[in-house]
């Protein structure tokens, strides 16, 4: 679903990724842990585009991300294609970024209504739906500012699949929650690979990725230390960078 | 600490039964600098009062000629070009805002220019270039669709129209930057990982939040723009302030009139205000917990709160 050969990318003078290799399969969850600054809020950003990657290449769903090859060049793609392609990639951030001015329910509506010109009816009736599947069908209406941010983060992800996404982008979607929120948001996730919902998440959340992870990645300084099943990664590091981290983080 | 609970509840105050003090009653600070300067304050507006009585302005007039036909139709005229001018500007200043924060090199060095002008030239000298644009352009000519001569186009209210909206426009593109810059990037890139293109996300997504913030500086325009309208009289356009200042010079009134004008200026200000109000308060959705209540609401909570609940024994 997701390839990534020697992927850079630098802002400025700051080398971020430094060559990232990685596969995510179809159905898969793929966690990716590090230390912050290790690059892997970046290198979900790459995946679709929110940031532009400075050497490599990188494929979703077998095409390139952000270029289109003609021979042997890179042409840009316009604006428009852009927006196309992340019609099918659906991201959580981990500050929510849900629509204060809209409700709830016009939050999820939104993407299928201004971006799939769906009819506003089918778009209401399936993010109705869509909440009830959060646990929040009480809360349509309600403004982002009267929800908790664990409600808010499960309003996120609501108006993420609205968009009826291939894959799902999780960046450490609970890292801004008091821990008592942190459950809830954590069983929709589970409740979406349980679905074969293909999912990369950038978590601090070990439980989650060895209990619900298909694969891990361990980054730092912008490469992928180790790699493997969640349960050998975290139960069984062989790098010395993995087992210092894990060591404070566990 | 349960049987202080218990005492607050029962609605015997909040200190506890077994307190040692009793509730504070002390004496409050007295604040002898307020009554003085209030004294003085008001001897002040007396003194002024009594000087405007005794001088030599015939009361009646004002009164007179405040609804006065010809002043009716320059408080007309005023908000005729007032309104049409600020919607002109609004228009002028999100399009010269967005074309300011373009990655197109173009567009941006274009809003620059026009800000740069427009902003950086007095208004007044504005009005009397429209006006006197024969001078340049004898012929307005968009063939094959349109052609005449440039003094039949450029009317009292075309200059006037022109003058004032495109100076609003250059300060409106800037108000409008600013509230644009002040929607945080995390909205921007939420509605891109939609999938939603850079004009819609502005539209749907950064324009509304924006809102609140350009909102009261726009308010501010518009006073500012009622008031500058005074200024049209120079291309011969008849608003409030000509219209009033050519009945005192027929009439000797000079002073009276220049009251009618003041009085009616502050009329269309204060109404405006309060207009403004309530579109702040819609824009204000979602980002407050609970809207302020409107004036009208606020009264009636006064009133029903006059009755004081009873307390529950």
């Not at chain 1, 290790?38 to 390139?64: M, P, Y």
């Not at chain 1, 392609?85 to 951030?93: E, L, N, Q, T, Y």
Request: glycine content about 8%; overall charge positive.
């Amino acid at each position: 679903m997701v390839k990534a050969e020697a992927v850079h990318k630098s802002f400025g003078a700051a080398h971020i990724l430094k060559g990232v290799d990685l596969e995510v399969a179809p159905r898969e969850v793929f966690c990716l842990i590090g230390p912050s600054g290790s690059g892997k809020s970046t290198f979900l950003r790459c995946i679709n585009h929110l940031e532009q990657i400075n050497a490599g290449r990188l494929w979703v769903d077998g095409e390139l991300v952000g270029y289109r090859q003609r021979g042997d060049r890179l042409h840009e793609l316009k604006d428009r294609e852009v927006a196309a392609k992340r019609r099918d990639i659906g991201m959580v951030f981990q500050r929510f970024n849900l629509f204060p001015h809209m409700t709830a329910l016009e939050n999820v509506m939104e993407g299928p209504v201004q971006v799939k010109r769906e009819s506003k009816a089918v778009a209401r009736e399936r993010a109705r739906t869509l909440l009830d599947r959060v646990g929040l069908g009480e809360k349509a209406g309600n403004y982002p500012s009267q929800l908790s941010g664990g409600q808010q983060q499960r309003v996120a992800i609501a108006r993420a699949l609205a968009m009826e996404p291939k894959l799902m982008l999780f960046d450490e979607p609970t890292s801004a929650l008091d821990p008592e929120l942190v459950g809830d948001v954590l069983d929709v996730m589970r409740g979406l690979a349980e679905d074969g919902m293909t999912m990369i998440v950038v978590t601090h959340e070990m439980g989650f990725a060895r209990e619900v992870g298909d694969a891990l990645v361990f980054m730092d300084d912008g490469v992928v230390v180790e790699s493997g099943h969640p349960r050998d990664v975290l139960g069984n590091p062989q790098h010395e960078r993995t087992k210092s981290f894990l060591s404070k983080v566990l | 600490m349960t049987e202080v609970t218990d005492t607050y509840d029962k609605g015997k105050g909040p200190v506890a039964t077994g307190s040692p003090y009793e509730a504070i009653r002390a004496v409050p600070v007295r604040h002898y600098g307020r009554w003085v300067s209030a004294v003085v304050v008001v001897a002040l507006l007396v003194w002024l009062g009594y000087a405007f009585s005794q001088g030599n302005i015939l009361w009646g007039t004002v009164g007179d000629k405040l609804f006065d036909h010809t002043v009716i139709q320059g408080v007309w005229h005023t908000i005729l070009i007032s309104v049409c001018a600020m919607a002109m500007g609004l228009v002028l200043g999100v399009l010269f805002a967005v074309m300011r924060l373009s990655k197109n090199p173009v567009t941006s060095a274009v809003s620059w220019l026009y800000i740069w002008f427009f902003r950086g030239t007095p208004v007044y000298v504005q009005l009397l270039m429209w006006f006197n644009l024969s001078l340049i352009f004898p012929v307005i000519n968009l063939m094959p669709l349109y052609k005449n001569d440039t003094v039949a186009v450029m009317t009292p209210f075309v200059a006037a129209l022109l003058g004032l909206g495109l100076n609003e426009g250059a300060y409106m593109a800037e108000i409008v930057r600013a509230g644009v810059q002040s929607v945080d990037y995390g909205q921007t890139e939420a509605a891109h990982a939609l999938g939603m293109t850079g004009p819609r996300t502005m539209r749907r997504i950064v324009l509304p939040q924006a809102m609140r913030v350009i909102i009261p500086p726009t308010g501010n325009e518009f006073i500012n723009m009622l008031k500058t309208s005074s200024l049209v009289s120079v291309v011969q356009y008849t608003e409030l302030l000509r219209s009033t200042s050519n009945i005192g010079s027929d009439t000797t009134a000079i002073m009276e009139m220049y009251f009618v004008a003041s009085i009616w200026y502050l009329v269309l200000t204060s109404v405006f205000s309060v207009g403004q109000y309530y579109v702040e308060r819609r824009f204000a959705r979602g980002s407050l917990r609970s809207l302020p209540l409107t004036p009208w609401q606020k009264v009636r909570a006064n009133l029903t709160t006059l009755r004081r609940p009873k307390v529950v024994a």
